[in-house]
């Protein structure tokens, strides 16, 4: 009987050894900065170009032991051209928040949900150190994306920098686009357009 209670009371230690040793479950959450955060988008068109900027309307990114998830809001009724003046930068801001770009009124957020972040095995031409994949969705339209970016972390803060490349014929942007209107001729505005990013993100309180 003895040796039952002593075998009893080892066995509890052992588990309660186990249960205080064995790591908690933890998540480390990064809310965007979206003060000191920028997307600045580049679009070429056969005879000419144009650049702007639009806002973040906010995010976060969660780091579960490594794995990491993360979504991103972009306001697309901000989008702003910063090579244009008076009238025609005017002109040019309204025909992209219409329908025949990215029709703000009816879709008035697009987003980008992070699935993976990876390091690159050496950094690229650009000094990218990791790969980042998601899924980008514009005019309710969901499609996979990667982009190369560099990634630095100080004092609970992270940041991103680099440049995504988005073919906005896969979100049904036709306007002059060759992917929908073969014989477009000269008056073409390519499909791929960039946005050069700068994401800002704190560590949450509590995280």
Sequence with gaps: MKKMFLLSAASCALLCMAFVLAPSPHVDVYKLDTQTSSLEWHGKKLTGEHN???????????????AISGKFDVDMSSIVVNDLQGESKTKLEN?????DFFDSKLYP????????????????????????SGNMTIRDKTNP????????EEAGKLR????????????????????????????????????????????????
């Design 52 to 66: 702007g900027a639009i806002k973040f309307l906010g995010g976060q990114l969660s780091d579960n032991h490594g």
């Design 95 to 99: 025909h992209l928040k219409s329908a």
């Design 109 to 132: 957020k697009a987003t980008f949900a992070i699935t993976s972040l990876n390091t690159i095995a050496a950094p690229d031409k650009d000094g990218n150190t990791h790969t980042i």
């Design 145 to 152: 994306v990667s982009f190369n970016a560099k990634f630095a």
């Design 160 to 207: 991103f920098t680099g440049t995504a490349v988005i073919d906005r014929s896969k979100y049904d942007v036709q306007h002059r686009s060759k992917s929908f209107f073969p014989e477009i001729g000269d008056k073409i505005v390519y499909d791929e357009f960039t946005m050069k990013f700068n994401v800002a993100l704190t560590k949450a309180q509590g995280h």
